[in-house]
C-alpha cells in the first residue's frame, strides 16, 4: 500500500491479497481483494490520525473440523465440516489395463503391471468403462481362491481318510464278534 506526503492513501482500486497455504490441510493459494473504496479519506499512515475503517461484511466461514466424509459412484471424495461447509476433498481414481491378463499377482488379490499387461491407463470411475464406486460396500470376492480350494481338499482327504479309518475299526470288530462265537 502506497500513502503520499500528507498520509493519504495512493491506491483507490481493491488491493489483491494472496496468501500461501501449502502445508495446512486448505485449499492454496488462497486470494481475495481488500477494497479501500469507502474508508480512502479516513485511512492514514500518519500514527497520530486514528484509522476508522472497519469489517463491515464478512462472507467467510469461521475454522472448521472434518466431521464425516462420503464418496460418490464418480470417486468424489466430499468432506463436511462442524462449520456446516461441505466440500470436495479429492478423488479416487480407478486404472485400466490394455490386457488384464497380463497383470502379475503378488498374492492377497494383488496385482502389479506385468510386461504383458501395458501401462496403467488412469481414468476417472464411471468413465471409459471403468466402473464405478460403491462406497461401504465389500468387494464379492475378497479371499484368495486358490488357497481356499486347496484347504477345501485338504479338509475333505482328511474327512475320506478318518472315515477309512473308522470304517477299518467297524469291519475288525464285526470280525471279533464273529470268531468269539
Do not use: C, H, W
Not at 492513501?9 to 486470494?31: E, K
Not at 479516513?42 to 497520530?48: E, F, G
Not at 475320506?160 to 464273529?178: F, H, N
Amino acid at each position: 500500500m502506497s500513502f503520499d506526503t500528507a498520509g493519504l492513501l495512493l491506491v483507490d482500486a481493491p488491493v489483491a491479497v494472496t496468501l500461501d497455504r501449502a502445508g495446512t490441510g486448505a485449499a492454496t493459494p488462497m486470494s481475495f481483494a481488500v477494497d479501500f473504496a469507502e474508508g480512502i479519506d479516513q485511512l492514514t499512515s500518519l500514527a497520530d490520525d486514528p484509522s476508522s475503517i472497519a469489517s463491515t461484511y464478512r462472507d467467510g466461514r469461521p475454522s472448521g473440523i472434518l466431521e464425516d466424509f462420503g464418496i460418490a459412484r464418480d470417486g468424489l471424495i466430499t468432506g463436511i465440516f462442524s462449520n456446516g461447509l461441505t466440500q470436495n476433498l479429492g478423488q479416487v481414481v480407478l486404472a485400466k489395463f490394455a490386457n488384464n491378463e497380463g497383470l502379475v499377482e503378488m498374492g492377497s488379490n494383488m496385482f502389479r503391471t506385468g510386461a504383458n499387461s501395458g501401462e496403467a491407463i488412469v481414468v476417472q470411475p464411471t468413465t471409459l468403462g471403468a466402473g464405478s464406486i460403491v462406497a461401504g460396500a465389500l468387494e464379492q470376492a475378497n479371499v484368495d481362491l486358490g488357497q481356499e480350494f486347496i484347504k477345501m481338499i485338504m479338509a475333505s482327504t482328511g474327512y475320506s481318510a478318518s472315515s477309512r479309518v473308522v470304517q477299518t475299526a467297524d469291519e475288525l470288530l464285526q470280525q471279533l464278534m464273529i470268531l468269539a462265537r
